[in-house]
């Protein structure tokens, strides 16, 4: 199924990404 290996190729780097800019905020706004 092409839908879902193009939503997994997304989502991992999502969901790396989504806490590293989390943590960048929190530093900025802190």
């Not at 290996?5 to 530093?27: D, E």
């Amino acid at each position: 199924m092409v839908l879902r290996r193009v939503f997994l190729r997304w989502l991992f780097p999502a969901a790396f990404v989504l806490p590293l800019w989390l943590f960048v905020g929190w530093i900025v706004f802190s």
